[in-house]
């Protein structure tokens, strides 16, 4: 319903939402080296879908490589949201 209202209101985000929804689906390749272990394949080429998806989400990575420790100890949380 939410996201029907958003659309006629004309300020969703589409391609944002099909991405939260299916992940990174693009058969490129993986753009660089992931800056952690902890981080899988999978989700470091969603990680660098999102970054590309809207202001919101630019400099995402950068944010992520500099505070690295602390988006591990968020990552480990049981219940993180």
């Known amino acids: 319903m939410i996201t029907m209202i958003m659309d006629g209101d004309d300020v969703l ?19 660089s080296k992931k800056p ?3 981080i899988s394949d999978n989700n470091w080429k969603d990680i660098q879908k999102l970054d590309g998806l809207g ?27």
């Open 13 to 31: 985000n589409k391609e944002e939402l099909a991405f939260f929804l299916k992940g990174n689906t693009s058969l490129d390749p993986i753009e």
């Open 36 to 38: 952690a272990a902890w």
């Open 55 to 81: 202001e919101v989400w630019v400099g995402f990575i950068d944010n992520l490589i500099k505070f690295k420790n602390e988006w591990k100890d968020w990552y480990d949380l049981e219940a993180p949201e």
